[in-house]
C-alpha cells in the first residue's frame, strides 16, 4: 500500500483533489468514480465526507474562494480605497487564472459559499471607510457584477466546443464588427478566462467602473 493510500480521507482533501483535477482535466472531470481513484479508495466511502456530487461542487467553490480571501489578505491596506479595491480584484482574478473552470462553476450555485459572502463583505466595508453610502455600495456591486470577483462575462461568447466561425452570407451583413474585428489582437492567451476575454480588456472595464464609482462617491 501507497503512503498516499495511508492518508485518512477528509472532506478538505476530497475537495483540494477535486480542484486539482478539474484544473488538470476540466470539470467534467469531477466525478464521484474518478475522485475515488485518485483517491485510492473506494466510492462509497466518500459518501462519508461529501454527500453527493452536487456538494463536491458547492465545496470546491469555497476552497477556490477561500483561495481567493488568502491571496487578498496577503496584500497592504493603502489609503486609497479605488487602488486598493483594483489590487484586490485583480488579485482575485489571478486566482482564477490557475482555475479557469472556475468562473463557469461560480456562476451555477444555487446557494451562495461562505467564503464568497466573506470576500464581498470585506469589498464592502473597504468601500465604506472609502465614503460610500450603503445605498451607494449597493448599486456599485450591481455595475461591477462579477468583475467585482475577477472575471466578465462574454458579450459573444460560442461556448465550450463551438465554432467561432460566422458563414460568409452573414458577414456580408456586419461591416462594423468585421471592421472593428479586423483590427484587434488577442496576444495573450495565458491571461484568458473567456472567449475574448484578455487582461487589458478586464482591466479596462475594472477602471471604468471604478472611476465612475469614485465620482459618485
Not at 66 to 78: H, K, S, Y
Not at 103 to 110: C, E, I, K, M, N
Request: aromatic share 6%; with cysteine.
Amino acid at each position: 500500500m501507497t503512503t498516499e493510500a495511508r492518508i485518512p480521507l477528509s472532506r478538505e482533501r476530497v475537495l483540494r483533489t477535486a480542484v486539482a483535477l478539474a484544473d488538470e482535466h476540466g470539470l467534467p472531470a469531477v466525478t464521484m468514480r474518478r475522485l475515488a481513484e485518485e483517491l485510492g479508495a473506494e466510492a462509497m466511502s466518500l459518501y462519508y465526507h461529501v454527500a453527493k456530487k452536487e456538494d463536491v461542487l458547492d465545496g470546491i467553490v469555497d476552497v477556490v474562494a477561500q483561495e481567493i480571501n488568502e491571496a487578498v489578505a496577503a496584500l497592504e491596506a493603502g489609503p486609497d480605497w479605488k487602488l486598493t479595491a483594483r489590487r484586490r480584484i485583480l488579485a482575485a482574478r489571478e486566482v482564477f487564472l490557475r482555475h479557469r473552470w472556475a468562473p463557469a462553476l461560480f456562476g451555477t450555485r444555487s446557494s451562495t459559499s461562505p467564503a464568497v459572502l466573506k470576500y464581498y463583505d470585506n469589498l464592502v466595508g473597504l468601500m465604506r471607510e472609502g465614503g460610500f453610502s450603503h445605498d451607494r455600495i449597493h448599486h456599485a456591486l450591481h455595475a461591477l457584477g462579477s468583475r467585482a470577483l475577477g472575471f466578465s462575462q462574454e458579450p459573444f461568447d460560442p461556448g465550450p466546443g463551438a465554432s467561432a466561425e460566422v458563414p460568409p452570407e452573414v458577414v456580408a451583413q456586419l461591416p462594423n464588427l468585421v471592421a472593428m474585428l479586423s483590427e484587434i489582437a488577442h496576444d495573450d492567451p495565458d491571461s484568458t478566462l473567456g472567449w475574448c476575454d484578455d487582461q487589458a480588456e478586464f482591466e479596462f472595464g475594472l477602471d471604468l467602473v471604478l472611476d465612475g464609482l469614485d465620482r459618485l462617491r
